[in-house]
C-alpha cells in the first residue's frame, strides 16, 4: 500500500533516511532532525517537501518512502517534480514496492500537470541504474550536478553585493 505520510511517520522517515545515507556510504551528512522533518514536511503554510510510506500489505509494516518536492521549468513554463530520495527497506526489495512509489508519483505529476520527474542517482549504484532503466528512464549524461555548501557557500554569500 501507498500513502501519504502524516506527522507520525517522521521517526520512522528518519531512520529511513540514515538507513539509505549508510548504504549510499554517507551516514555523516544524514543530519536533518525529527523536528526538522516534521517542519519541513507537515509545515501549515508551507511545506517545503511532501512523502509518501510504502506498507506492506500483509504486516501494515514501513518498508520504504519517496520524499519530493516541486521544481518549475523556465523552458516549458511549468512546474516538475524532483525526487530527493527513493528508499525501500533490503528485505522487502523486489516486491513491487519501488514500482508502486515511483507510479503513485507519476500520477501525481500527470494531475498536477508536471510535465518533468526527475532525481539523481549514484553512478556507482547498479541495481538502481537498472531498475530505473528497465521503467524506461532518460539518462542525462550531459548535466552535471553542482552543489556549493560550507565554507565556499559562506565566502561566496559574503560578496553579495551590500552586504
Known sequence: MIRA?????VTEIRAMIRELA????????????????????????????????AEDDDTAETVGYALWYPRFSTWTGTRGMHLEDLYVRPGARGGGHGKALLATLAAL????????????????????????KSLGVEFLDEWRVCRLSGAPLKELAGRAPGR
Open 5 to 9: 505520510a502524516v506527522a507520525n511517520d
Open 109 to 132: 505529476c500527470e494531475r498536477e500537470g508536471y510535465e518533468r520527474f526527475e532525481w539523481w542517482v549514484l553512478d556507482w549504484n547498479e541495481p538502481a541504474v537498472e531498475f530505473y
Open 22 to 53: 549508510e548504504y549510499e556510504r554517507a551516514v555523516e551528512q544524514a543530519r536533518a532532525t525529527e523536528e526538522q522533518l516534521r517542519q519541513a514536511l507537515f509545515d501549515d503554510t508551507h511545506p517545503a517537501a511532501f512523502a509518501l510510506i
